[in-house]
């Protein structure tokens, strides 16, 4: 009973820090991008409060509370570019499209961890491509979510190739993604706390 509730609260913690370190790369990134006003709406838009903005030529330096966690980041913005991770070019790279600014952050910062982009297989579904993909459901080797339920249609989950979920799945918790079905559907990757 007690050592549950213990793991209980050391893993809600996890995942707060997790949320706030997402916001804060978020964050970071619309700083580098547009300046304070677009960092404190990312972060907002996150769930959390922008309590720091520092610019020092190209690189923007936040820091964000989420609860009662509190996580920095800092972006740097390259000319020619809106914003770059440590792997540039890595956005660009992949089907990034429709995403939703935290999952887009969870994204980079894995990026900026793993020192390469991230392979995305699937991203961002229209409720048209929801309800093609349910339509073949029979053919995919995947649970396929209902149109109107699937995380894709908010812009919050990827998937990823087989081959890669071990190397993400190691930095995962880290960067605010989460791993619901990690038997059923191993290739899905969610941006935690959205559900």
Same mark, same amino acid.
């Given at each position: ?19 706030? /370190? !997402? ?12 300046? $304070? ?18 610019? $020092?030529?190209?690189? !923007? ?12 980041? /800092?972006?740097r913005r390259e000319s020619g570019r809106r914003w770059s991770s440590s792997a540039p070019g890595a956005l660009a790279a ?14 980079? /910062? ?5 020192? /390469? ?31 109107? !339920?699937?995380?894709? $249609? ?6 990823v190739p087989l081959s890669f979920v071990p190397t993400l799945v190691t930095i995962a918790p880290e960067v605010g993604l ?5 038997? !059923?559907?191993?290739?899905?990757? $969610? ?5």
């Open positions: 009973g007690a050592a549950a509730l213990g793991l209980g609260k050391i893993g809600g913690a996890a995942v707060a820090r997790a949320q706030a /370190r !997402t916001a804060a790369d978020a964050a970071a990134l619309a700083g580098a991008a547009d300046g $304070e006003q677009a960092a404190r709406a990312m972060a907002s838009a996150n769930g959390a409060r922008l309590v720091a903005y520092a610019e $020092e030529g190209n690189d !923007t330096q936040v820091a964000v509370v989420l609860g009662r966690a509190r996580a920095s980041a /800092r972006a992949r089907r990034s499209d429709g995403l939703a600014p935290a999952m887009l952050a969870a994204l980079a /910062r894995a990026e900026q961890l793993l020192g /390469r982009p991230v392979p995305i297989s699937s991203g961002y579904r229209s409720p048209g491509e929801q309800a093609s993909l349910w339509a073949r459901r029979a053919s995919n080797p995947y649970p396929v979510a209902p149109p109107g !339920t699937s995380m894709h $249609e908010l812009g919050l989950a990827v998937d989460c791993h619901p079905y990690p038997d !059923t559907d191993p290739v899905h990757f $969610e941006v935690c706390g959205h559900r």
